[in-house]
């Protein structure tokens, strides 16, 4: 009997042991219905109302947990079922439903357009429902959905996030966070105004942090628990500028924290990148940390009138010089390589303001070497470099006399003196050579400059628009030229740079007489322009029906590069190869090989074989070729960019015909992208092509010739800037705010 009385017991001990284990609810943090549903609705999989209640603020249930993998298919999805941990009316633990989120994740969201990650929240604006993140600089404010956001300002939390809308925070990290460089604009009765990353936001602080510094803050819990103070600086006029580090005049080479800032302090309080310093001006301090540049204050708007030019040393297409001779004031003055140690830099200028120092150097030939402002002779590692540095408008006097030529109607080259000064002040702003210390060189790789002699009719259009600029929407526009249309510009979407700068004033526009005609009438030369684009000439065969023919009416009709022939008789299989390759190194997602289906991939070419075709794929805005496709014995190869189609069509060798009669090697790439091809075959194999094309540059912005012809019909230069560049102004730079 006792053995039958302990077996008994046993027995209801285990059962009681089971039922208590049963209904003890798992502890922590538990998740919010209204939390399910905000994660649910971004997976377009909304939870029924049979489901939630209406009070979004209670907490998840097992029973409704339970559902709602019902209603997905959860066994499909092998989401967890939790049965050992809960009875029907206990309430889910957050880990618990975010490790079953995560799997959901996986079978609905196809596009991964939810996903986790983590965020410091600097500041909620509960009205508007937006969190400023330490990102800040990155990505505008976040909405929010979840009220959870607004109890978690000065805390890293993980959480869920699909495109600009936060979700649901997940959790707290437990560590320490630290923002690094953070401007301190104020410290008032034990609370710290801040700036980090576009947001102003405020902490409570024991610490008697000043007011206008840099500082290192950390936070834990909400809280900040440390700041500390960065007050060594240096100033001086920035020389020079690369990824790793910076020179300033008088003081040196410093190099450059992982995680400098760098903040604009006058007007709007502003972060900015490291390519928004100004190369050649005085205007930032620079704030070290253990030798190294933590921080960079922008404290001053210094009128940006002076620009920075290499002087390219075209005997050898290189920036160095062995060797340079000056003439300055009269004395003859020559300057070698080896006389400068690494680093040093020697200045000349005349005494007078209005002379000029005269540049030789052996195998450089340029009509006009008589440069104004200073000559500055600098070695760096690789070799010694010259820099003219001038005034903006001086510049220009050189400038547009070797872009356009002095014998076109003053408007049109008034329009290109604007154009060119527009040109220029956007790389004095964000120079093109930071790491020479130059906004530009001297080559059409920018502005040619000094290619052509100083002239009075040049000169005069550069003063009659002093300090005038092209903006669009206030802002100096991104503008264009280029020497002959064939009747049709594009847009700046041949350069696939994936640029987010709005350039809708660069537009596919017909350049026609009749355009600008019935557009002056109506009193809107630019809309009037682009309304007239040619979207229709994407298509092969209106394109071609286009390009083939000669619309008396065209701008520049009368012109040798209107319309010109390109013909290669015999294909060199091997010259081709091997600038499809020149151009695979240098842009590799721009030359491509076709794989399995329509799909290419990007991969070396080692050979070409047999070519059974030669095609343009697609066309770009106005007809520009925009793919170009060749088909061999080893493969099907696409070639993106007009830039590049250019120049592997063009065998160097080749003569071009303009419709006057006139030849001309091309020493690079084909006059422009507008063309159609013609292929001559052989048994099937392509032995030699024909193109049929107009224009010559790239098409993008001001047409020169164009201009030129505006010029002739009437048109002043704000007229020819309308009718290129649709909805820009004329603005005077003293009138451009930052």
Same mark, same amino acid.
């Given at each position: 009997?006792?053995?039958?009385?302990?077996?008994?017991?046993?027995?209801?001990?285990?059962?009681?042991?089971?039922?208590?284990?049963?209904?003890?609810?798992?502890?922590?943090?538990?998740?919010?219905?209204?939390?399910?549903?905000?994660?649910?609705?971004?997976?377009?999989?909304?939870?029924?109302?049979?489901?939630?209640?209406?009070?979004?603020?209670?907490?998840?249930?097992?029973?409704?947990?339970?559902?709602?993998?019902?209603?997905?298919?959860?066994?499909?999805?092998?989401?967890?079922?939790?049965?050992?941990?809960?009875?029907?009316?206990?309430?889910?633990?957050?880990?618990?439903?975010?490790?079953?989120?995560?799997?959901?994740?996986?079978?609905?969201?196809?596009?991964?357009?939810?996903?986790?990650?983590?965020?410091?929240?600097?500041?909620?604006?509960?009205?508007?429902?937006?969190?400023?993140?330490?990102?800040?600089?990155?990505?505008?404010?976040?909405?929010?959905?979840?009220?959870?956001?607004?109890?978690?300002?000065?805390? %890293?939390?993980?959480?869920?996030?699909?495109? %600009?809308?936060?979700?649901?925070?997940?959790?707290?990290?437990?560590?320490?966070?630290?923002?690094?460089?953070?401007?301190?604009?104020?410290?008032?009765? !034990?609370?710290?105004?801040?700036?980090?990353?576009?947001?102003?936001?405020?902490?409570?602080?024991?610490?008697?942090? =000043?007011?206008?510094?840099?500082?290192?803050?950390?936070?834990?819990?909400?809280?900040?628990?440390?700041?500390? =103070?960065?007050?060594?600086?240096?100033?001086?006029?920035?020389?020079?500028?690369?990824?790793?580090?910076?020179?300033?005049?008088?003081?040196?080479?410093?190099?450059?924290?992982?995680?400098?800032?760098?903040?604009?302090?006058?007007?709007?309080?502003?972060?900015?990148?490291?390519?928004?310093?100004?190369?050649?001006?005085?205007?930032?301090?620079?704030?070290?940390?253990?030798?190294?540049?933590?921080?960079?204050?922008?404290?001053?708007?210094?009128?940006?009138?002076?620009?920075?030019?290499?002087?390219?040393?075209?005997?050898?297409?290189?920036?160095?010089?062995?060797?340079?001779?000056?003439?300055?004031?009269?004395?003859?003055?020559?300057?070698?390589?080896?006389?400068?140690?690494?680093?040093?830099?020697?200045?000349?200028?005349?005494?007078?303001?209005?002379?000029?120092?005269?540049?030789?150097?052996?195998?450089?030939?340029?009509?006009?070497?008589?440069?104004?402002?200073?000559?500055?002779?600098?070695?760096?590692?690789?070799?010694?470099?010259?820099?003219?540095?001038?005034?903006?408008?001086?510049?220009?006097?050189?400038?547009?006399?070797?872009?356009?030529?002095?014998?076109?109607?003053? =408007?049109?080259?008034?329009?290109?003196?604007?154009?060119?000064?527009?040109?220029?002040?956007?790389?004095?702003?964000?120079?093109?050579?930071?790491?020479?210390?130059?906004?530009?060189?001297?080559?059409?790789?920018?502005?040619?400059?000094?290619?052509?002699?100083?002239?009075?009719?040049?000169?005069?259009?550069?003063?009659?628009?002093?300090?005038?600029?092209?903006?669009?929407?206030?802002?100096?526009?991104?503008?264009?030229?280029?020497?002959?249309?064939?009747?049709?510009?594009?847009?700046?979407?041949?350069?696939?740079?994936?640029?987010?700068?709005?350039?809708?004033?660069?537009?596919?526009?017909?350049?026609?007489? +009749?355009?600008?005609?019935?557009?002056?009438?109506?009193?809107?030369?630019?809309?009037?322009?682009?309304?007239?684009?040619?979207?229709?000439?994407?298509?092969?065969?209106?394109?071609?029906?286009?390009?083939?023919?000669?619309?008396?009416?065209?701008?520049?009709?009368?012109?040798?590069?209107?319309?010109?022939?390109?013909?290669?008789?015999?294909?060199?299989?091997?010259?081709?190869?091997?600038?499809?390759?020149?151009?695979?190194?240098?842009?590799?997602?721009?030359?491509?090989?076709?794989?399995?289906?329509?799909?290419?991939?990007?991969?070396?070419?080692?050979?070409?074989?047999?070519?059974?075709?030669?095609?343009?794929?697609?066309?770009?805005? #106005? #007809?520009?070729?925009?793919?170009?496709?060749?088909?061999?014995?080893?493969?099907?190869?696409?070639?993106?960019?007009?830039?590049?189609?250019?120049?592997?069509?063009?065998?160097?060798?080749?003569?071009?015909?303009?419709?006057?009669?006139?030849?001309?090697?091309?020493?690079?790439?084909?006059?422009?992208?507008?063309?159609?091809?013609?292929?001559?075959?052989?048994?099937?194999?392509?032995? #030699?092509?024909?193109? +049929?094309? !107009?224009?010559?540059?790239?098409?993008?912005?001001?047409?020169?010739?164009?201009?030129?012809?505006?010029?002739?019909?009437?048109?002043?230069?704000?007229?020819?800037?309308?009718?290129?560049?649709?909805?820009?102004?004329?603005?005077?730079?003293?009138?451009?705010?930052?």
């Amino acid at each position: 009997m006792a053995l039958i009385f302990f077996g008994l017991l046993f027995l209801v001990c285990v059962w009681l042991g089971r039922r208590e284990k049963v209904r003890k609810a798992p502890e922590g943090d538990k998740i919010k219905c209204r939390d399910v549903e905000i994660l649910m609705d971004a997976l377009d999989a909304p939870v029924s109302d049979a489901v939630m209640p209406d009070d979004g603020e209670s907490y998840l249930t097992y029973a409704q947990y339970i559902a709602i993998c019902r209603e997905l298919g959860g066994d499909e999805m092998n989401l967890p079922d939790y049965a050992d941990r809960y009875e029907p009316d206990f309430l889910v633990l957050k880990e618990d439903w975010y490790k079953a989120y995560r799997i959901m994740l996986a079978y609905l969201d196809k596009e991964a357009s939810v996903w986790e990650t983590t965020a410091f929240i600097l500041k909620i604006d509960a009205g508007e429902k937006r969190a400023y993140t330490e990102n800040g600089a990155l990505s505008p404010a976040y909405s929010y959905h979840s009220p959870e956001f607004e109890e978690n300002v000065l805390r %890293n939390l993980t959480v869920f996030i699909k495109g %600009n809308s936060l979700l649901t925070v997940v959790e707290e990290l437990p560590q320490e966070h630290e923002l690094k460089n953070v401007w301190v604009t104020e410290n008032a009765d !034990g609370m710290l105004e801040c700036f980090y990353h576009q947001t102003v936001f405020y902490a409570q602080t024991d610490s008697n942090v =000043e007011r206008e510094c840099i500082a290192d803050l950390t936070f834990s819990d909400g809280k900040l628990i440390a700041a500390k =103070e960065k007050n060594e600086k240096v100033h001086g006029k920035l020389l020079w500028l690369s990824k790793e580090q910076l020179e300033i005049e008088g003081c040196g080479i410093y190099p450059l924290s992982e995680d400098m800032e760098v903040y604009k302090l006058y007007g709007s309080l502003e972060t900015l990148s490291a390519a928004d310093l100004r190369i050649g001006y005085a205007d930032t301090d620079y704030v070290i940390e253990r030798g190294k540049v933590c921080a960079c204050l922008v404290s001053e708007k210094e009128a940006a009138d002076m620009i920075r030019v290499l002087l390219k040393n075209t005997a050898n297409n290189s920036n160095y010089y062995d060797a340079v001779e000056l003439m300055v004031d009269g004395e003859h003055i020559r300057i070698e390589e080896n006389d400068l140690k690494a680093g040093e830099r020697r200045s000349y200028r005349c005494a007078a303001l209005t002379d000029k120092i005269t540049v030789y150097a052996e195998g450089v030939v340029k009509e006009d070497n008589a440069y104004r402002g200073t000559i500055e002779c600098y070695r760096n590692e690789n070799g010694m470099m010259l820099i003219n540095e001038l005034p903006l408008e001086e510049y220009l006097y050189a400038v547009v006399p070797s872009e356009m030529p002095a014998s076109y109607p003053s =408007e049109a080259l008034k329009a290109q003196a604007i154009c060119a000064r527009t040109y220029a002040y956007l790389y004095i702003l964000h120079a093109g050579l930071p790491e020479v210390g130059a906004h530009v060189d001297d080559t059409t790789s920018y502005q040619v400059y000094h290619n052509i002699k100083e002239n009075a009719a040049t000169t005069t259009a550069v003063k009659e628009t002093d300090g005038m600029l092209l903006t669009y929407e206030g802002e100096p526009a991104q503008n264009y030229y280029y020497s002959t249309s064939c009747g049709v510009g594009t847009d700046a979407g041949i350069w696939k740079s994936g640029s987010m700068q709005d350039t809708a004033y660069m537009q596919a526009s017909r350049l026609n007489i +009749t355009v600008y005609e019935n557009a002056e009438g109506n009193g809107g030369v630019g809309d009037t322009a682009a309304e007239n684009a040619d979207s229709n000439l994407r298509d092969e065969d209106n394109f071609r029906r286009f390009i083939t023919a000669v619309d008396e009416n065209d701008l520049e009709c009368d012109e040798p590069w209107y319309r010109w022939t390109y013909t290669v008789s015999s294909i060199d299989a091997d010259r081709l190869l091997a600038r499809m390759k020149e151009r695979y190194a240098a842009s590799p997602q721009s030359v491509l090989t076709k794989t399995q289906g329509d799909y290419y991939v990007s991969e070396p070419i080692a050979k070409l074989g047999k070519i059974s075709d030669i095609s343009i794929g697609k066309r770009g805005a #106005g #007809g520009v070729a925009d793919e170009l496709l060749i088909v061999s014995d080893t493969g099907t190869y696409k070639i993106l960019a007009e830039y590049n189609i250019r120049y592997i069509l063009c065998d160097r060798t080749s003569e071009v015909t303009r419709q006057d009669g006139s030849t001309v090697v091309p020493s690079a790439i084909l006059p422009s992208g507008f063309f159609v091809i013609e292929t001559g075959k052989e048994d099937e194999n392509v032995i #030699g092509y024909t193109l +049929t094309g !107009g224009g010559y540059g790239h098409g993008v912005g001001m047409s020169q010739n164009g201009a030129k012809a505006l010029g002739y019909a009437g048109a002043d230069c704000r007229q020819i800037l309308e009718f290129f560049f649709a909805g820009c102004e004329l603005t005077n730079i003293a009138e451009i705010t930052d």
